[in-house]
């Protein structure tokens, strides 16, 4: 596992408590949604519908986020800091913009262990179910 201190002295990250929120509630599905979020908006800003949509497609279209899941989602990610918002037109509310901030560029790296942790728990746990039921 990745250190994310820089000494032992110094705290940790303070983006890292903010998503242990979603880790230690086992909220996986948040943390999956947030990660997702975050990977893509690092590469190009956007707006929910077209999140939903890279999301699916992405995950060659096992999973695709509904809206009661993904703008809870951005909301927190909004409040913490990981992602700002604006409408793309002022004059009228039609697209909500998401950007990254640098504060959810540095928090990407630790998602990603975070969720292939939970994959590797959840491979081992398919694997044993999948023996413990075998004809």
């Known amino acids: 596992m990745a250190d994310y201190k820089k000494d032992e002295k110094e705290k ?71 992602v700002k918002s604006q409408w793309d037109s002022p004059d009228k509310r039609s697209r909500r913009i998401y950007t990254i901030t640098t504060r959810g560029r540095q928090a990407i790296p630790y998602m990603i262990e975070q969720v292939l942790g939970w994959l590797n728990d959840f491979d081992a746990l398919i694997s044993t179910v999948r023996e413990e039921f075998a004809d």
Do not use: C, M
Not at 31 to 46: D, I, R, Y
Not at 62 to 68: A, F, G, R
């Open 12 to 82: 940790v990250a303070p983006w890292v408590e903010d998503i242990n929120e979603l880790v230690t509630r086992r909220q996986w599905k948040r943390l999956l949604t947030a990660t997702f979020v975050l990977k893509l908006l690092s590469e190009s800003n956007s707006y929910g519908n077209r999140l939903e949509k890279d999301i699916f497609a992405r995950t060659h279209n096992t999973y695709k986020p509904n809206p009661n899941e993904l703008y809870p989602v951005l909301r927190l990610l909004e409040d913490k800091g990981f």
